[in-house]
């Protein structure tokens, strides 16, 4: 014991007079390339999704594609329009954000504040769990319990309709549900953390003040947590728009305009499902969806970040 | 004394720097271990690709000891897009066993390819349907080397006993929506097909003459999910290669012909084509080389390869 307290104040001493200033900057060094390795990958694969994105462009032309509604890759006249496709993807994930964020919100407030203990120990690890069940598997699910039961409501809807394209239950519908369910984890595991976050003197004011517990909890709490509420929402879209597995699964993969009943083609699923075959041109536009995707992503997390500083700010 | 303590504490910073180090190191080294793994493995894997093709470099051997002298050269096959996965693994089987040969394919079309065979451009033509009268009378020579057969499957509740070249056209561009109307029970049509680009898809569109104008409601990227989708949903019809039909589908006769390789090779059921290689004259005034190969590709090794690739054999 003696001895390694002799040791040890001469071993840094010895370490910082010779060595020391080359270990630091041999840290130093290590610490900064880590960093630039997720700046190195954003940039990456920047690079090579406008490197491989936009000779299709230039073949195409950027109207016919972002305007144009007819997909017909491998026809006689090829014809490489994505508009239906843009529109399911805002579209699909706007109305799953609409389904899927006031519920997870209201759980996170009944998690966080009405809930018992013994409830809460039910509903927390259940939350859990769904956040960690793979995308393909809520794909399964939708296929066999989702599909059926959709397409016994669209038989029954369209029952008189000469029109309508019978499609199996795999629409737009049954994919907004599988997106809405599976945004469900990230909404509620964030809002209630911000939701527990807020002070406890601000609940405590409203029902000094004689407000009732709903209307603390919309008029106080929620207000309070509004930052990290709309966190949690940014990250659904992020989930919901960067999602193909589960929706390949259920949403019938047919390029149309966005209606509910309709088998609709996702910007994701648009690459997943003709990758396998696809060449030339064909291929080409491909990876032009994907720099569409890209950008698309982009704006979204900008705007939604401007949005978000702005709510830290009012509060 | 001061000497001896000095070299002990500078024994102890280099153990303390090697320890730092080595921790400091700890998910490299496993990360560098795991790369070891996978070297090793694709090593193996190498090693065994390698006594694979052994056995095939021997009998190569023999084979060429068998005639006067090794064959080399060169063949040009030009055609058929459709035929491209059946050409392109023939000609990799076929240089395994004749390293001196070079096998090379285009693919830009059936026409083209008989054009380029007539032109004396290419030794052998590609073609995935019968050969014209008029290029028959310029010489060209039909010889078939595999089938390509296609199924049309229902889901196993389906009461409709068989479907015309007319129905089908009908149902898959849109005109008959209802089961109703093609000999079934009043069940709406759920018309379910693969992706642009899918070989499968273009030869039916391509056998009924309707390219491009199929409405699909359902655009799956894989035969499996085709068949799952059949399989499940009351009403659905979808086309898959003819070999992978199994229980969980019916598949219907067209014409009255029940889907059969055996009735493929006779003639009668239409929703197949034939793979032509053409050659100008018959194969037996062809070059060696050439007639070599038609002896690999007629032959037992060349046939197992058009089956490995689903399609039927000729005998």
Known sequence: MKAEKSILPGAGSLIGKKSGAAAERAAQIVFTACASFAILAVASITLYLVLSGTPAIFQVGLKEILFSTVWAPTAAQPRYGILYVILTSVVGTGLAILLGVPVGILTAVFLAEVADERVAAVVKPAVELLAGIPSVIYGLLGIYLLNPAMYRLERWLFRDSATHQFTGGANLLSAVIVLAIMILPTVINISETAIRAVPPSIKAASLALGGSRIQTIFKSILPAAKSGIVTAVVLGVGRAIGEAMAITLVSGSSVNAPLPFRSVRFLTTAIVSEMGYSSGTHRQMLFTIGLVLFVFIMVINLILTRVLKKGGQTP | ?315
């Open chain 2, 1 to 315: 004394m001061k000497k001896k303590s000095t070299t002990i504490l500078a024994l102890a910073g280099a153990v303390i720097l090697a320890a730092g180090s080595l921790a400091g190191c700890g998910s490299n080294a496993a990360a560098s271990s795991g790369q070891t793994d996978v070297t090793s493995e694709s090593a193996s894997q190498t090693s065994r690709a390698d006594a694979a093709s052994a056995p095939t470099d021997q009998a190569s051997q023999a084979d060429a000891s068998g005639q006067e002298e090794s064959l080399s050269g060169s063949i040009l096959m030009v055609g058929s897009t459709s035929m491209e996965t059946l050409a392109t693994a023939l000609a990799e089987g076929y240089m395994e066993l004749h390293p001196e040969v070079t096998v090379s394919a285009e693919f830009v079309g059936s026409g083209a390819g008989i054009e380029a065979v007539l032109g004396g451009t290419a030794d052998i033509g590609n073609s995935s349907r019968n050969l014209k009268e008029e290029e028959k009378a310029a010489g060209a020579v039909e010889n078939v080397v595999a089938i390509d057969g296609i199924a049309v499957c229902v889901d196993p509740a389906n009461t409709a006993s068989g479907l015309t070249k007319q129905q089908l056209i009908d149902i898959y561009t849109g005109k008959v929506t209802n089961w109703a109307q093609a000999g079934g029970a009043d069940v709406p049509i759920v018309v379910v097909g693969r992706e642009a680009g899918s070989g499968t898809r273009s030869a039916f569109e391509e056998i009924l003459g309707i390219e491009d104008q199929c409405a699909y409601a359902n655009e799956l990227d894989s035969t499996g999910a085709v068949m799952a989708k059949v399989a499940s949903t009351p009403g659905a019809i979808g086309y898959v290669s003819l070999d992978v039909v199994d229980d969980t589908v019916t598949a219907l006769p067209l014409d009255g012909v029940e889907a059969t390789a055996e009735n493929i090779k006779a003639g009668g059921y239409f929703l197949s084509r034939p793979f032509v290689m053409a050659t100008m004259g018959d194969v037996s005034s062809q070059s060696p080389l050439v007639q070599d190969w038609f002896a690999y590709v007629l032959g037992e090794e060349g046939q197992a390869i058009a089956s490995s690739v689903g399609l039927i054999t000729v005998e």
